[in-house]
């Protein structure tokens, strides 16, 4: 039987609060992420815990982007001070499409949970901590250059036009 968890364990713990998340799964339906977690993701969960830079080279339909947005939302969402959080993929609205996973998250806690915020499509933000995240594309011409992120979800990496002078400029 498990112990009755405390708000500040779940918060302060990435997997229990993570597992709270709402997510849709392949048919669609939104379900709380602890049904469907897998030692896997638990697993990337401790890893971006634990370590400053990641990469993962994953297959498709295994639910690692998902994962990896869930974490950067509770290093937001659970953040004392503001950061500023980016996620890039190859096309803008892809880019847009995964910070959409961030904004359901938040608009499906608990109403007792949920934080004051602004929203664009490109841009969410916790007002009380002025924490931003956001999404970009990695195109040479992205106009989000010169920005100071203390996190980045680089998405689809293989496919971003000058990889190796993006990554250098993160």
Known sequence: MTATLSL?????????????????????????????????????????????????????????????????????YTSAYSINSVVISNKLHSANALLDIDKRFLWNLPKALQRAHTHRTDKLRLTATETQLSAMSAKSDSQNRGLTYNTAHASEFAFYDEAEEFLASM
Request: hydrophobic fraction near 40%; charge should be positive.
């Open 8 to 76: 500040q364990e779940v918060i302060s713990d990435p997997v229990e609060f993570i597992s709270r998340l709402r997510i849709k799964d392949k048919s669609g339906k939104l379900r709380p992420f602890g049904e469907v977690i897998t030692q896997e993701q638990i697993h990337i969960i401790r890893t971006l815990q634990e370590h400053k830079r990641v990469i993962i080279v994953k297959a498709r339909q295994m639910g690692i982007t998902t994962v990896c947005r869930a974490f950067a939302f509770w290093e937001a």
